[in-house]
C-alpha cells in the first residue's frame, strides 16, 4: 500500500486448513485440542522478504538509531527532588560490516533500522533516509538448532539483514532447501561475508509472520485479522516536511462563527463521482491448476489435485 507522506506498507494476512494431529491430553504443551481428537499444532510462520531499496541513489549505508535513558545534573534545580533528572538520549550508530547486519529489534522497539545516503542531505543537512520499521507481528523463527532446520533457513532466525546487492544472491531460499538441511542449495548466512557496506548498494531481508499458537477459533479456518503481519518503508528525513501537505485533494477547513457552518476550500478539485458495475452472482467455475510455466494444466480429479498437494508429508511404500 502506497501512502500520500511516501510511506510503502507491506502486508500480508494468512489463513487455510490447519495441519492437524492427534489429540490427547498429554499433548497440551504442543498445541491446543479443536476438536474431539484433533489438535492444531503450535509451529511458526515466517515469510522473507527481499528489499532492494535505493534512496537518492544506489551508494547507501545502514544506519542504527535507538535510545537509551541517561541520568544528568542540572545545577539549577533547587527543588526537594535534588539536581539529577533521567532522561531519554538518541544515539546514532552506523553499520559497516555485512556480520553485524544480522539484525533483531531491539527490546520495547527502542529504536530501528534505515537506509540513508551519506551524500545526500535534506534542506535542515540531514543525510536522506528510509526507515524499515516494523508494523503487525514482527517475529522471527522460534526453533534455533533443529538438526531438520540445520541450515536450510537461516533467513529465518532474525527480524531482517542487510547484505550488498548481488545478482548471484536473487533470494534467501531455494524450493530445494527443505530436502538438504545440512548441505541446503541456498545457504543464507554464506551471503554474509564481512563485506563492507557503507555507501554500497544494498539490499534488506525482512522478516514477517506470526507465532502461531493454535486455538478453537482457528477451526475450520485460521483467522485472517490474528494471522497477519507487515513492515514499512517510511521516509526519514528525505523530505523537508510532511509532503502529503502537497496533496492536490486536500481539504482546507475554516472555523466558521458560532452556529454556522464550515467553509472550505478544496482547490479546485471536486470529488470524483464513481459507480462501480454491479457484481455478477457468484458462481463456482471448478478449480483450475497451474503448472510451473505459469500456463493452466491438464484437468485432474479433486482427489488427484488433494494427493499432489499432500505428496511431500507421505513416503510411498509398497508392501
Keep these: 500500500m502506497f501512502h500520500t507522506d511516501g510511506t510503502i506498507e507491506v502486508r500480508l494476512s494468512a489463513s487455510g486448513y490447519l495441519q492437524g494431529g492427534f489429540w490427547e491430553p498429554a499433548q497440551e504443551g504442543y498445541g491446543t485440542a479443536i476438536r ?39 545545577p539549577w534545580f533547587d527543588d526537594d527532588w ?8 538518541i544515539t546514532r550508530d552506523y553499520i559497516e560490516n555485512e556480520n553485524d547486519a544480522l539484525l533483531k529489534l531491539p527490546v520495547n522497539f527502542q529504536g530501528g533500522y534505515s537506509f540513508v545516503n551519506k551524500a545526500k542531505t535534506n534542506r535542515w543537512d540531514i543525510p536522506r533516509g528510509y526507515a524499515i520499521h516494523p ?27 542487510v547484505s550488498r546487492r548481488k545478482d548471484t544472491e536473487p533470494s534467501s531460499s531455494s ?64 523530505f523537508d516536511s510532511d509532503v502529503s501537505m502537497d496533496s492536490l485533494n486536500a481539504i482546507l477547513l475554516h472555523p466558521p462563527e458560532p452556529h454556522s457552518q464550515y ?3 478544496d482547490y479546485g ?30 484437468e485432474v480429479s479433486l482427489e488427484e489435485l488433494r494427493k499432489a498437494a499432500e505428496l511431500y508429508h507421505r513416503i510411498k511404500l509398497e508392501l
Excluded at 515469510?47 to 549505508?61: H, P
Excluded at 540445520?150 to 539483514?161: C, F, M, P, S, V
Excluded at 493454535?214 to 517510511?234: G, H
Design 82 to 89: 535534588g539536581k539529577t533528572v533521567i532522561q531519554q538520549k
Design 263 to 265: 467553509t472550505f476550500d
Design 135 to 161: 508494523g503487525y507481528s514482527p517475529v522471527h523463527n522460534t526453533v534455533v538448532g533443529s538438526k531438520r532446520l540445520l541450515n536450510n533457513a537461516n533467513w529465518a532466525r532474525y527480524n531482517l539483514a
Design 175 to 238: 524450493m530445494w532447501n527443505m530436502n538438504l538441511p545440512g548441505g541446503p542449495m541456498v545457504d543464507f548466512h554464506n551471503f554474509f561475508d564481512g563485506e563492507n557496506i557503507t555507501q554500497e548498494d544494498l539490499v534488506a531481508w525482512v522478516n514477517v509472520g506470526m507465532h502461531h499458537l493454535p486455538q478453537a477459533e482457528d477451526a475450520p479456518n485460521t483467522r485472517t485479522n490474528l494471522a497477519t503481519s507487515s513492515f514499512f518503508l517510511t521516509p526519514l528525513n528525505y
Design 269 to 298: 478539485v471536486k470529488p470524483a463521482q464513481c459507480i462501480p458495475e454491479a457484481i455478477p452472482p457468484f458462481e463456482y467455475s471448478g478449480l483450475t491448476a497451474f503448472g510451473l510455466d505459469g500456463r493452466p494444466a491438464p
Design 36 to 74: 474431539d481428537t484433533t489438535m492444531g499444532s503450535l509451529h511458526d510462520h515466517v515469510i522473507n522478504f527481499k528489499v532492494d531499496l535505493d534512496v537518492a541513489g544506489m551508494e547507501n549505508s545502514l544506519l542504527y538509531t535507538h535510545t537509551a535513558q541517561e541520568e544528568v545534573t542540572h
